[in-house]
Each structure stands twice: as structure tokens, then as C-alpha cells.
T-cell receptor, first 114, second 116 residues
Framework: AQKITQTQPGMFVQEKEAVTLDCTYDTSDPSYGLFWYKQPSSGEMIFLIYQGSYDQQNATEGRYSLNFQKARKSANLVISASQLGDSAMYFCAMRENNNNDMRFGAGTRLTVKP | GAGVSQSPSNKVTEKGKDVELRCDPISGHTALYWYRQRLGQGLEFLIYFQGNSAPDKSGLPSDRFSAERTGESVSTLTIQRTQQEDSAVYLC??????????????FGPGTRLTVL
């Protein structure tokens, strides 16, 4: 069963504007972690932000913030003040407690327009 | 310090040949992961090593795939009798301790495997 769903195969945003990338997940484990990674054209996966299922506040890292809605099982990534260098694939991932693997979504390709 | 490195960066092979892919994790990282990424898709977990514990091989797609790790250092992923469907980017990641939800994985640049 698909555990991570990213419904937006591609997104466009104007430079300097904010953009939200959607991610929903499915788990019965009460303890889990959610991750967002950026994959530029070079292919390397770059860690952006982490949210724990028991965290009370939404995670933030610089221009990245995570809109965590636990009851809806969504963990959307918000990028503020988009830059041209933000153009890349973005992957949402989840790791359940006591599981070694991390499940990834299919990704969203973000293109920032000048 | 150095990040995760992988070699070769690109590998082209003929169907039926064996290939070995190498991963050097970040020094001091005890956990190591292998993933496969097919074109235009997300990552598929293959295998996980944690220290001297038995590896978690639950993601290996067939018995043609195997991996080894020497202690807490280099790992090799071997694909025997390669098939065209094995064509993908193989990504390696390492993390400090493994087994924790907050454990962030750091990825290497990947090896692009093409099976003709």
C-alpha cells in the first residue's frame, strides 16, 4: 500500500513568492518521522526538514517550514521567498518507529520562474 | 568533512553481467542504506546496515541483489546477471546512529546503472 502520496507531479512558482508542496501519508504507528528532501538536477538528495509525530510545533528551517496537520495526516512543505536555485525535485518521506526503511513519495518537480 | 561518496558515478553494462557498486559513508556514521531510484520515480529501500547487526535485507527485489559492509565503513552492492529493469540510479545514504526517528540520512551522489 502506498504510504506517502505527493499529488503534484509539477509545480510552478514566481521568484520571491511562497509555494506549498503537498504530502499526505498513511500509517497506523503513533510514532513516526516525516522528512523532506530536495533533489536538484545533479541527483544528490539534500535533507531539508524533519517533523516528528509528537512534535507540538511545526518544524522550520530557514525558508522552509512544514505545515503538519496530524489529524489529516498531511505534512506539506512551504518554501517562502522562492529562489531560482529552488528549482528541483522535492520528495516527502516517512519513517515509522522500529522500521529501518524510509518510504518516499513520487516527488514534485518545482520550477521557479524569474 | 567529506560526505557520502559512491563509485562509479556511471556504469553501463550488458544484460547478464554482474556489477558492483561502492559506497563510502561519512566517517563515524554507523548506519548505511541503499536505495534504488528508477527514472522519474521516488526512492525504493533496498537494504540497511547498522553496526555489526545483521542487515535488514527486506527491500532487496530478488536474490540477484546482495550487499556487504565491512564493519562501519565501505559497502558494496552487487547485482548478478543484470537485467534491463535493473537500470536505475542506486543511492547510498549514511546516518549517525540509525534506528531513531530523528536520524537524518545523508545521501551520496548515486551511481547511474544502465543495462543494455
Amino acid at each position: 500500500a502506498q504510504k506517502i502520496t505527493q499529488t503534484q507531479p509539477g509545480m510552478f512558482v514566481q521568484e520571491k513568492e511562497a509555494v506549498t508542496l503537498d504530502c499526505t501519508y498513511d500509517t497506523s504507528d503513533p510514532s513516526y518521522g516525516l522528512f523532506w528532501y530536495k533533489q536538484p538536477s545533479s541527483g544528490e538528495m539534500i535533507f531539508l526538514i524533519y517533523q516528528g509525530s509528537y512534535d507540538q510545533q511545526n518544524a522550520t528551517e530557514g525558508r522552509y517550514s512544514l505545515n503538519f496537520q496530524k489529524a489529516r495526516k498531511s505534512a506539506n512543505l512551504v518554501i517562502s521567498a522562492s529562489q531560482l536555485g529552488d528549482s528541483a525535485m522535492y520528495f516527502c518521506a516517512m519513517r515509522e518507529n522500529n522500521n529501518n526503511d524510509m518510504r518516499f513519495g513520487a516527488g514534485t518537480r518545482l520550477t521557479v520562474k524569474p | 568533512g567529506a560526505g557520502v561518496s559512491q563509485s562509479p558515478s556511471n556504469k553501463v553494462t550488458e544484460k547478464g553481467k554482474d556489477v558492483e557498486l561502492r559506497c563510502d559513508p561519512i566517517s563515524g556514521h554507523t548506519a548505511l542504506y541503499w536505495y534504488r531510484q528508477r527514472l522519474g520515480q521516488g526512492l525504493e529501500f533496498l537494504i540497511y546496515f547498522q553496526g555489526n547487526s545483521a542487515p535488514d535485507k527486506s527491500g532487496l527485489p530478488s536474490d540477484r541483489f546482495s550487499a556487504e559492509r565491512t564493519g562501519e565503513s565501505v559497502s558494496t552492492l552487487t547485482i548478478q546477471r543484470t537485467q534491463q529493469e535493473d537500470s536505475a540510479v542506486y543511492l547510498c545514504a549514511s546516518s549517525l546512529v540509525g534506528g531513531r526517528l530523528t536520524d537524518t540520512q545523508y545521501f551520496g551522489p548515486g551511481t547511474r546503472l544502465t543495462v543494455l
